[in-house]
């Protein structure tokens, strides 16, 4: 689909149901944040309100009117939902009973232009705060009982926090993150980034195509990224007051921990494969020289011992939520270096 990168079976999912004129009223795209969720969604509806699609193909044109109106953002039958939809009086900085009224008032409507009224719903594991429930029921009426012609796409980075119900109601795309390779391929196709950053800015990723653009388009993210892989590389000599004290900055809330926890797995696992003699490594430059020195030192069971401890931290992280503990925990535990 157009613009869209890896993810085959997701994408093969999506075009299976153009062709065989069998697309379902509800879709559910999961996986982290920024593998291309979104940009998968909209490249679906941009194929199914394409006016210039042959039968016989699942991708829009990109030229007809409808593809251009989609391109601008201003088609009338794609709908983008997000707080703005809300009456003035009634818009917060997050989707609410009000916005899913909204959304079920706009699909009622018959299509302007086409024979769809498509919905993107990103992100809706943030949909909480005391209204969450009847935010949630207001949406499930809506995936219960769609009027025809709708398809409502929605998208989550944690699954585990989707009512059971709402998943039962929607045809699950399961996503994952990107290879390395993947990413600096479309960047440098894509994005035309020159072939040595794009592939400094697939290995910071982590599978993570949207960091790496939004890192390209502001440098400073990258910077930020590669200093806190150098902290992350440095805590092997840290004294155990000192990892405390980098506790409470690598993990001041949640998505911090959760942030630092995946470039940190991403990094020890260069470790591992150092200390099992692999020379095959996700990580470049000075990264990539301390995580081979260090898995020369550690060996391949105290490496890959502390591979699991972050496992097991990730693990503890999404169903305990405490963020300084799991990484105090996980601190302490982390072999010492001179």
């Not at 025809?148 to 009512?163: F, H």
């Amino acid at each position: 689909m157009r613009g869209v990168v890896g993810n085959r079976h997701a994408q093969s999912l999506l075009e299976r149901a153009i062709l065989t004129d069998q697309v379902s009223h509800a879709y559910l795209l999961t996986g982290p944040e920024g593998i291309g969720k979104v940009t998968l969604a909209q490249a679906f509806a941009a194929a199914l309100l394409c006016q210039r699609r042959p039968p016989d193909s699942a991708e829009a044109c990109g030229e007809c009117l409808a593809c251009r109106k989609i391109a601008h953002g201003n088609h009338p039958d794609l709908i983008m939902v997000s707080p703005l939809l809300a009456p003035p009086d009634k818009r917060k900085s997050a989707i609410n009973v009000d916005v899913i009224r909204e959304v079920t008032r706009l699909a009622s409507l018959a299509p302007y232009e086409s024979a769809w009224r498509i919905f993107i719903l990103p992100r809706i594991e943030l949909i909480t705060g005391i209204s969450a429930l009847s935010t949630f029921n207001a949406l499930l009426k809506t995936l219960e009982e769609p009027p025809p012609g709708v398809v409502i796409l929605l998208t989550s980075a944690e699954l585990d926090t989707v009512l059971p119900t709402m998943i039962s109601r929607c045809q699950l795309i399961p996503m994952q993150p990107l290879s390395p390779e993947e990413i600096a391929q479309a960047l440098e196709s894509h994005w035309h980034v020159a072939p040595e950053e794009a592939r400094r800015l697939s290995t910071l990723a982590n599978g993570r195509i949207g960091w790496a653009i939004a890192a390209h388009e502001h440098p400073e993210r990258r910077e930020q990224r590669e200093e806190l892989l150098r902290t992350l590389a440095g805590l092997t000599s840290a004294t155990r007051d000192e990892r405390l004290k980098h506790a409470q900055t690598l993990a001041s809330d949640t998505e911090t921990a959760r942030q630092t926890f995946d470039l940190w797995l991403l990094w020890w696992r260069d470790v591992t494969l150092a200390a099992n003699g692999a020379t095959t490594l996700a990580t470049t430059g000075e990264a990539r020289a301390q995580a081979e020195r260090q898995g020369r030192v550690l060996g391949p069971a105290r490496a890959q011992g502390f591979l699991q401890a972050l496992i097991a931290a990730q693990i503890a992280l999404d169903q305990q939520g405490n963020p300084r503990l799991t990484m105090e925990n996980t601190l302490l535990e982390l072999p010492r270096l001179s």
